[in-house]
């Protein structure tokens, strides 16, 4: 019953959330027509949070994870179609999420944990930053306010798992750079969509975490 209601929240949220994505992605010069993935989007969302609640029920943080999901997906559909993340998006993913892990932690008294969720966070975004600038654009500023709201889950459970978060999209990245790069005959001319990994990413060690 649990798994039931955790899927209809976020493939309702995600359905939801198509309009407002829509024009978040019009006023930042992004074309893309979010009702060639509402379909996409609401299964993902749905099978994923459902497996959450019956495969490796993540409480406390499952009012966080349940919020994130939807934001998460939309985020990484719209960076494979069209290489770019509305900012919007990553506010309200980043907002959303500290707030719902600052009350699940004020409920737990749990302060260390909301400590290393702010710092993971701060620092996963910096460590992104950091590599976008020696990267000259291989990362966006989308990915690095989108790894703020994963950090700041990953983080709520150890600083291990925040790292990961950064360390497996890159393992996830790989094959598929190598197989560009043989495809181009070693041209790097076409980037790589980082957030779809960076989710997937978040999504799994989430679950391996709980």
Request: hydrophobic share 60%.
């Amino acid at each position: 019953m649990s798994a039931f209601i955790a899927a209809t929240v976020t493939a309702g949220a995600s359905l939801l959330l198509a309009s407002p994505l829509q024009r978040w992605c019009t006023s930042s010069g992004i074309e893309f027509d979010t009702r060639t993935s509402r379909r996409s989007v609401v299964a993902a969302a749905a099978v994923i949070s459902s497996s959450a609640v019956v495969f490796a029920p993540i409480e406390p943080t499952l009012a966080a994870w349940l919020f994130l999901v939807p934001l998460a997906l939309w985020a990484a559909v719209v960076d494979f179609r069209t290489g770019r993340i509305p900012s919007p998006l990553t506010y309200w993913a980043g907002g959303g999420t500290l707030v719902l892990l600052t009350v699940v932690s004020a409920v737990e008294q749990n302060w260390s944990a909301l400590l290393r969720t702010l710092l993971a966070a701060a620092a996963s975004s910096l460590v992104l930053f950091t590599l976008a600038v020696f990267t000259g654009g291989g990362i966006g500023m989308g990915d690095v306010r989108l790894v703020f709201s994963l950090g700041a889950v990953l983080g709520y459970f150890s600083w291990q798992w925040a790292a990961a978060g950064l360390i497996v999209p890159l393992l996830l990245m790989f094959p598929v750079a190598v197989v560009r790069m043989v495809r181009e005959r070693g041209s790097a001319s076409s980037g790589i969509a980082a957030a779809p990994y960076m989710v997937a990413a978040c999504v799994l060690l989430t679950a391996c975490a709980a």
